[in-house]
């Protein structure tokens, strides 16, 4: 079955964000010489139902594109898991058990979240919040290398703040305790990036900080609103008693890629 919309436009609008983009018959390809260790920046992404897909359709066009941009990882997303093909079957065989994430929309009023948290769009996100932004990044269960994080960091504030990306974040005993953020493409907002510091945990930041953005997207005329979560995670339950709904699975698989 073929990838909800209106999300597969938002996933072809965000991949030509970047310096190098090219649609394929089974979705797109999207690379970037700017920032070569950042997979957001250099992947494939198969977005189109493609049930007859091999591995090597997909390096064929992929890997050209990352050793001109001087990646050295090779990283392949699928989009929607419902949709077998020989490529999936190949990459989850070599992978073994993993972790899948579920695609969320909102699709009903949810429970309305409460923090004791002050929670404001940042209309300038300055020095203290890059900081606990960059701190943030190995929240995700990562142990990223200084470099890897600057890179995401000028990745986001070179790519992603032009096109829009807005940051909702809690301040708490003089600090940033916190953030989600929100960018709008081909009429979808996506909501990503939820993240609560250490020592400010359990107070309801996240919720808060999550809703601020829903309504930021539907005040931006948003067709349709939608995050990631893991499938299994804590996270998810916390989205679905704010009304959001799962759309399907998807995943990604890094490989460092052979010269």
Not at 94 to 109: K, S
Not at 120 to 130: H, S, Y
Not at 170 to 187: C, H, K, N, P, T
Request: hydrophobic residues 40%; contains cysteine; glycine residues 8%.
């Amino acid at each position: 079955m073929p990838l909800p919309e209106p999300i597969r436009s938002f996933w072809y609008a965000a991949l030509a964000l970047e310096e190098t983009y090219r649609e394929t018959p089974w979705g797109a390809v999207a690379s970037s010489s700017r920032y070569p260790l950042v997979h957001d920046a250099n992947n494939a992404n198969v977005i189109e139902a493609s049930p007859d897909l091999t591995l090597d359709e997909i390096r064929d066009d992929l890997h050209p594109a990352l050793h001109a941009a001087g990646a050295s990882a090779e990283h392949i997303e699928f989009m929607d898991l419902s949709e077998e093909s020989p490529a999936l079957r190949a990459l989850t065989s070599a992978r073994g058990p993993f972790e899948a994430e579920v695609a969320m929309a909102v699709e009903e009023g949810g429970e309305e979240p409460h923090t004791d948290i002050e929670v404001r769009e940042l209309e300038e996100p300055d020095g203290d919040f890059w900081e606990m932004y960059a701190l943030g990044l190995n929240e995700f269960g990562d142990d990223l290398p200084d470099e890897v994080i600057g890179q995401i960091v000028a990745h986001v504030q070179e790519v992603y703040l032009p096109a829009g990306l807005r940051f909702f974040a809690g301040m708490a005993d003089g600090r940033y305790a916190g953030y989600a953020s929100l960018i709008s493409l081909a009429g979808v907002g996506y909501v990503a990036n939820v993240v609560t510091m250490p020592g400010f945990r359990r107070r309801g930041l996240a919720g808060v900080a999550v809703g601020r953005a829903v309504e930021a997207s539907v005040a931006e005329g948003d067709r349709s609103i939608f995050l990631l979560a893991d499938e299994h995670g804590a996270p998810r339950r916390l989205y679905e008693r704010l009304g959001f709904r799962v759309l399907c699975r998807c995943t990604g698989f890094t490989s460092p890629l052979s010269p």
